[in-house]
């Protein structure tokens, strides 16, 4: 494999909003590129900017030993790759999204090729690749990771995390959880205001600036690692009727409920398994895997 350093050949496959990014960004840091993807058309604009169209996955694959795979899943990538004969020589940078077991199956798969393999999850949209201000959870092969360092931070900021191929998938997917049940919770607060009167752009100040939430997520994790779970600030009694109060206004409003209804169900269970007296933070027991 090439030094880290030097302008090494890429190839790249899966050519979606994020592929075209990543492409785009190597070409203009003057890597050679090889692309493919299903749909011939959207490498028209990478091909203009000088990468090369392999004729299949298998002739792409064989351009370069970097094989960067920006797909939909991990089945994707066997489907993509069922063909190619072999992996030998080749380091395989699965950026697509999986759980944390895929992508140790997906390294177990490669490594029955005769390939090596890390995964990532890049935790940025499309428009912010090429930029350092984000970054990308790699874990798997340390030595490819650093051999590649020099094509993989002209994508984002490396961050690895260690040598199990799980890892960034287990990173990636718990940022995600907490982004979405974030958003989503945002923009059912925006649809309980909207119902009530209360334009977007009057109440999204308060919604930013009333609750910091980084002092209660720093405040939790101390109770979660301490296990300390004294309700002496917040009882899970108070919790639980606070957020059924969310549910009735939403009904009320006929705002969808769901969401705020979900949580409460899970303050329910805490108050059913006796934590009534604990903190809010006294929750995590009721979702920790169980053990035998």
Sequence with gaps: MSDGSAKQAVTLIGLGPMGRAMGKALLAAGHPVTVWGR????????????AVFAASAAE???????????????????????????????????????????????????????????????????????SAEVSTFYSGDEEV?????????????????????????????????????????????????????????????YLIGA??????????????REGDFAGDEDRMAMGAASIEHVVHTSRDAGVDADLPAAVSAIFRRGLGAGLQDES?????????????
Aim: no cysteine.
């Design 39 to 50: 749909t011939r058309s959207r490498a028209d604009g990478l091909v203009r900017e000088g």
């Design 211 to 224: 609750n910091d939430m980084a002092a209660f997520f720093e405040g939790t994790a101390r109770q979660v």
């Design 280 to 292: 809010f933070a006294a929750l995590i027991t009721l979702m920790r895997p169980a053990r035998g």
């Design 60 to 130: 792409a694959v064989a351009a370069s030993e970097a094989v960067l795979l920006s797909l939909t899943d991990y089945q994707a990538m066997y489907d993509v790759l069922k063909d190619v004969p072999s992996l030998e020589g080749k380091a395989v940078v699965n950026l697509s999204s999986g759980t944390p077991a895929e992508a140790r199956e997906g390294a177990a798969w490669a490594a029955g090729r005769g390939g090596r393999f890390l995964s990532g999850g890049v935790m940025s949209p499309p428009p912010g690749i090429g």
């Design 145 to 205: 990771a650093d051999r590649l360092r020099g094509v993989l931070e002209v994508l984002t900021a490396v961050d690895y995390r260690g040598a199990d191929p799980g890892l960034s998938q287990a990173y990636y997917q718990v940022q995600l959880g907490l982004f979405w049940t974030t958003m989503t919770g945002f923009l059912h607060a925006l649809a309980l205001s909207e119902a009530e009167g209360i334009p977007v752009e009057t109440i999204t100040p």
